[in-house]
């Protein structure tokens, strides 16, 4: 079975090593968690309020200084783990992970009152609470998810492309290092722009619950990256030079053109929760329906489709399926059917959450403005 998905060379560590994978998450949670405590940080005021103080709640974000010292550490190998040890780790790094994060929903859960009627099985799940902090509001959860899953996502990435160049030499695959500089540059982004994660969706409806421990650490941080189990192992397509340049510069495009949208889009909503009445870029004029105490944006990216910033996140997916060129390939296709999956899915509960936030008749009056849930004229 491992051999017909050809992912047999991520069954190679010898038994002490295998033992060493399954720990490496929870050694890796630990260090970020010291990580975002001990390092210095801008605090600031968030889009979520507080419901102690009444006030928006109060976040330290220093995942950028985070980031790069760990991917230093990563590259120069100065604690003595080789590059490629995320990568030849992974399937016990996600075994372990899996069960780390299940203990920490556990423990997320059964502290926290119960709310509302559903079992301790949905309760475990979804959560209880949307908040958890320690140390005077010094460490949150939720922007731990992030900068962990963030940091391991582009961390894994590179190691798969350390394994690859060490397994291939030559013959390596120039896509496999294009696709390590794509999450790498996504997450560099995301940290640079990290206030504007306290404006998204996970950060303001989400509870504690499995769902989110799991998520938020360890999909986001290694099963993202799953189409390179497959693909790792596999050398340069050996597609003639021009080929190659048009392979590899029309996925860079695509890959920028979906980052852009998507960047623009989140940015166009973070100015507009920010400061309503100011011309996104200077040059956009917020256009929204007043809905009570409430704004419902229709203008620039958000006029052309309810959730134009998951066709970005599309387009962005797409180009890393084609990215390998081994387009036949359907480890190379794994990430974007479970993006287009997820945002399709989460689409649809967003649109049920503003039906209830802003309410029927005022969320139809936005509908009839913009029509398209995601790809204007499609869908």
């Known amino acids: 079975m491992i051999e017909w998905l050809g992912i047999e060379h991520l069954f190679e560590l010898s038994g002490m090593e295998a033992v060493w994978g399954f720990f490496t998450p929870l050694i890796v949670f630990a ?6 405590i001990i390092l210095p940080a801008r605090r600031v005021p968030g889009y979520v309020i507080d419901e102690a103080t009444g006030e928006p709640r109060s976040y330290r974000l220093n995942g950028l200084l985070v980031f790069v010292i760990v991917l230093i550490v990563w590259a120069t190998e100065i604690t003595g783990m080789p590059r490629e040890w995320f990568y030849r780790a992974s399937v016990y790094s996600v075994a ?22 559903k079992g ?5 799940w979804t959560g209880r609470v949307r908040e958890i902090s320690f140390f005077n509001n010094r460490f949150d ?69 499995f769902m989110l421990f799991w998520g938020g650490l360890v999909v986001y941080g290694w099963l993202f990256i799953l189409p390179l189990w497959g693909m790792a192992a596999h050398p340069d397509p050996g597609f003639s030079t021009a080929w190659t340049y048009v392979w590899l510069i029309g996925t860079a495009a695509l890959f920028l053109t979906g980052w852009s949208i998507s960047r623009g889009a989140n940015m166009q909503k973070y100015t507009f929760k920010r ?20 704004k419902i944006l229709y203008s620039g990216y958000w006029g052309k489709a309810r959730h ?15 990215v390998f060129g081994h387009f036949g390939n359907p480890w190379a296709w794994v ?24 309410g029927e008749e005022k969320w139809a009056e936005y509908k009839s403005l913009v029509k398209y849930r995601i790809f204007p004229g499609v869908y």
């Open 275 to 294: 400061w309503p009445d100011r011309k996104f870029l200077g040059i956009i004029e917020p256009k929204y329906i007043e809905a009570g105490g409430r």
């Open 120 to 124: 301790l099985l949905a309760e475990l």
């Open 335 to 358: 990430y974007f059917i479970f993006i287009v999956s997820m945002f399709t899915s989460r689409q649809r509960d967003d649109d049920k959450h503003c039906a209830e936030k802003y």
């Open 31 to 36: 260090v970020f968690a010291v990580l975002q």
């Open 141 to 209: 959860v939720k922007m731990w998810f992030y900068v962990v899953g963030g940091a391991m996502l582009s961390l894994n990435a590179l190691s798969g492309a350390a394994y690859h160049y060490d397994r291939f030499g030559d013959d390596f695959n120039p896509g496999v290092f294009l696709y390590a500089g794509f999450f790498t540059f996504y997450i560099l982004d995301y940290f640079v722009f990290e206030r504007v994660q306290l404006y998204t969706y996970d950060l303001i409806h989400e509870r504690l619950g």
């Open 308 to 322: 134009f910033n998951y066709m970005g996140e599309g387009f962005a997916s797409l180009s890393i399926a084609l």
């Open 96 to 117: 372990g992970g899996t069960v780390f994060t299940l203990i920490f929903a556990l423990l997320a859960v059964l502290t926290r009152p119960k709310v509302g009627e």
